[in-house]
């Protein structure tokens, strides 16, 4: 085969990918950034060209730098904790406990679930009066609490919701990583007389870390893409309390119907996400070193 | 001491993570009067299904999620395999920027898109559709990049012997690459399959009749009455809902794992 066949061959094996990818990712993104330099479209005016105007009103409005902030406290909860119970529970999978298959089953099981049914179930332990949540702090004496109609408390409840989906699903990235520790090195260290905690701190957890990084990836991405949990509990209330960007943007497009203003607040999101994905290039350097 | 500790340990944090599921279990089992009332003489019955299934056209439903797995996944497979095998195989000028460009989708997914890629789909004229749910993800960059790794294991001394007794491009691909790469195939079949099965903020989006939607949008109409919801029928839907993956899953419980692993694995 001659060289420029070859080369229009290729290209013509990546077209159809590259048709719908371009135009449904790229064009988007594009689009999203144009048309937040203008008006929504009204059935009786045109879109008209007005600058910056909807990102000024972006800084202006209190509603998103409370989604922003409320999205910071739901990834600086979901993140630390889902990884650090992902990565308790792979050492506990992988050791030698009675009823690893159980337990594996158990952790991982919210992951194929969809995150809209569960919803619905985790809706009921935090119930007033009659909830789960709310028959076991009675047990205790405690008074009544609206868990996800206070201020206080319903973004909280939120994040544990997605620690619980979460933290199943690197809990396998983990468990790959750990099989491919090599065993000697254990070994050696049980001859020196080193204690288990010892072990993991020293070659466990240092082994893993190019894993860490990938899955602390992942989970910031995720921490601005889960909102679907939001529709089914709260809505973005009580008052915006859980509010999050991605459901924001939701809100703004969809039911305001403000579709310039929905494409600021996009750019928003995909300027974090971009920062994201500059950070994984440099983990995904780092990485390779390691090989 | 400290190991008995551990197996108290991991088994109550199991039992913590089943506990939502088994409450669905017991809900959607029992009559309405037991679903917060925990007590073993409660009668079993399959009352709250028959509600469930009566309060929404589930059997729509499912016919929907069905037909939107199955096109997302074909589409994947075909797209992301021909893609895959000329990043992997063939030198053409601006593979390596159509490569960084594919990746793109990885961070910016179409699953934050949603205001442009409505406009697109309004233009297009299929609102409502099977369709316009499933387009944004037939081209995806994640199964792009596994099918890609997996292409360029395969050994290109098969590649040459099968050109040599001559076989076209697509030949070769289907003959020597595909059967090569079956294990990826599952894996990523599988992950694709649970999510899209489970995605709901863009099928909301785009479906406002019956005629499209998928379960989860379903799904929704009983967390939405603002009456008291009727929590027993609200579990058996839930359960009615997940089931297929459920049952697939406890089945196939090895397989998935690996899966997961194998796909989140590059």
């Known amino acids: ?291 | 001491m400290a190991r008995t500790l551990e197996t108290a340990g991991a088994w109550l944090l199991a039992i913590l993570w089943v506990l939502p599921l088994a409450y669905a279990f017991w809900a959607a089992f029992h009559p309405a009067e037991f679903s917060t009332n925990f007590v073993l003489t409660a009668p079993v019955t399959l009352d709250n299904f028959a509600s469930a299934w009566n309060a929404a056209p589930f059997a729509r439903y499912f016919v929907n999620t069905i037909l939107l797995v199955t096109l997302i996944l074909a589409a994947q497979l075909v797209l992301c395999t021909l893609a895959a095998y000329a990043f992997a195989r063939y030198e053409f000028p601006g593979r390596d920027v159509a490569f960084a460009l594919v990746l793109v989708q990885l961070m910016v997914m179409p699953d934050v898109l949603i205001v442009e890629n409505y406009r697109t789909m309004s233009q297009l004229g299929i609102l409502d559709s099977v369709l316009a749910i499933g387009l944004p993800y037939m081209a995806s960059a994640f199964g792009v990049f596994l099918m890609r790794q997996t292409f360029k294991q395969v050994p290109k001394e098969l590649d040459d012997a099968a050109r040599v007794e001559g076989a076209s491009a697509l030949q070769v691909l289907w003959k020597v690459y595909v059967p090569l790469a079956v294990p990826t195939y599952i894996a990523y079949g599988l992950v694709s399959i649970s999510y899209h099965w489970n995605n709901f903020l863009w099928p909301i989006i785009v479906t406002n009749t019956v005629n499209a939607r998928p379960l989860t949008v379903g799904l929704q109409v009983f967390s939405s009455t603002d009456q008291g919801i009727d929590w027993s029928i609200v579990c058996a839907a839930t359960l009615m809902t997940s089931a297929p993956l459920l049952v697939a899953f406890l089945l196939f419980q090895r397989q998935f794992v690996q899966s997961f692993m194998r796909a989140g694995i590059r």
């Not at chain 1, 290729?10 to 990818?21: F, R």
């Not at chain 1, 009204?42 to 105007?53: C, I, N, Q, S």
């Not at chain 1, 070994?187 to 072990?199: C, V």
Request: charged letters at 10%; hydrophobic letters at 55%.
């Open chain 1, 1 to 291: 085969m001659n060289r420029t066949a070859a080369q229009v061959h290729g290209w013509l094996l990546l077209l159809p990918a590259a048709v719908l990818l371009a135009a449904f990712t790229h064009y988007p993104a594009f689009a999203t950034l144009w048309h937040s330099f203008f008006t929504t479209a009204k059935p009786t005016r045109p879109a008209a060209f007005v600058g910056l105007d909807n990102y000024r009103a972006m800084f202006d409005d209190p509603v998103f730098w409370q989604s922003l902030a409320n999205n910071f406290w739901f990834a600086l909860g979901t993140i630390p904790a889902s990884i650090g119970l992902a990565l308790l529970m792979a050492v506990w999978v992988n050791g030698k406990l009675h009823g690893r298959a159980f337990l594996r089953m158990a952790y991982f099981t919210p992951t194929v679930l969809p995150m809209i049914a569960v919803a619905n179930i985790w809706l009921f332990f935090y119930t007033p009066q009659y909830g789960l949540l709310e028959q076991i702090t009675a047990l205790f004496g405690l008074p009544n609490h609206n868990w996800l109609g206070s201020q206080s408390t319903a973004l909280a409840c939120l994040t544990v919701v997605a620690i619980w989906k979460e933290a199943g699903f690197f809990m396998i990235f983990y468990l790959a990583a750990l099989q491919a520790v090599p065993p000697n090195l254990y070994e050696a260290a049980r001859i020196e007389g080193a204690s288990r905690w010892t072990m993991f701190r020293r070659i466990t957890f240092p082994l893993l870390m190019p894993t860490t990084l990938f899955v602390l990836v992942n989970a910031v991405i995720n921490s601005f893409r889960l909102v679907d949990h939001i529709v089914v509990m709260t809505r973005g209330g009580p008052d915006n309390a859980t509010s999050l960007l991605l459901y924001y943007i939701y809100e703004v497009g969809f039911k305001f119907w403000d579709s310039a203003y929905a494409a600021a607040l996009t750019m928003a999101l995909l300027l974090i996400l971009g920062t994201a994905a500059v950070i994984q290039f440099g983990v995904l350097e780092r990485r390779i070193h390691y090989r």
